[in-house]
């Protein structure tokens, strides 16, 4: 099922923050962030490597009426991926792993519905927005419920975590865009994250790698870029296949819940009583999504497989 290969790959990037929490403290967010890419997109690029022969994994032919060529599409998804990864460490190291997920998690898919409309013009459904609206009130009850004291909230990492959420919309919708364009998500996903790894390798050598001298360092790389990016993403391009940009990017709104407990679990954060309630609206919200209309037939707006116009 579509919906819950991005379930899984939402829990997987749900652990980045208590990752980076948990490893050395001289691992910045800049230099933790290339390591991911670096680490996650030169697995992502093997694996398409490993694939190289088969028909599946081949880059897509982009149609002659496209005006954007694949290649400008790659660049630009692989751009925001590199955008993220500094932003998102930003939010969480400056405004606490449950709130900085949060807001980068919970605006992705308002950002997210919005490019989708403009680039296919395709209204993202209803459906989308009754799903949004109830799972980010979720999410907006659940940031508000950490106690006060537990995590300062700063102007700084809020606009980064926001910058964080533009980011992801951006390479989720190209993502989407390659798909539809008849390229296989494993490609999808290691053309995008292999041309981030390519970037990312001479920021990370601009930054201090002492912590990667460290075993809890090495751990902490290896997470980041194995099961947060590796595994995560392979999982999140297949369900991508059959769903919407949007639809994906509000079935990833249980990456926040996953954050938010694993900062009381393990981080020791606080939550208010009001986080039980912040939960189970984001899990209302997502079930109006996951849950087949009646009839069990799937939605004709899930299962976007024509081009893009004018893309």
Known sequence: MPALLILLAAVCFGTTGTALA?????????????????????????????????RRGAPPRAAARLRVPTVVLVLVGAAAIVAYQPTFFLGTTRAGVAVGTIVALGSAPIFTGLLEWVATRRFPGTVWIVATVVASVGVALLGGALEPGSSRVDPVGIAGSLGAGASYAVYALVAKLLLM??????????ALFGSAAAVSLPIALTTDLSWLARPDGVATAVWLGVVTTGVAYVLFGRGLSDVRASTAATLTLVEPLTAALLGVLILGETLAATAASGIAVVAAGLLVLVVPRRGGAPRRSERVTSRADGF
């Not at 948990?22 to 691992?27: K, N, Q, T, V, Y």
């Open 181 to 190: 364009r008849g390229a296989h998500s494993t490609w999808s996903m290691g």
């Open 22 to 54: 948990l490893g050395p403290d001289s691992a910045s967010p800049a230099s933790a962030g290339a390591v991911r890419i670096v680490v996650g997109g030169a697995l992502l690029a093997m694996v398409v490597f490993a694939r190289r022969s088969s």
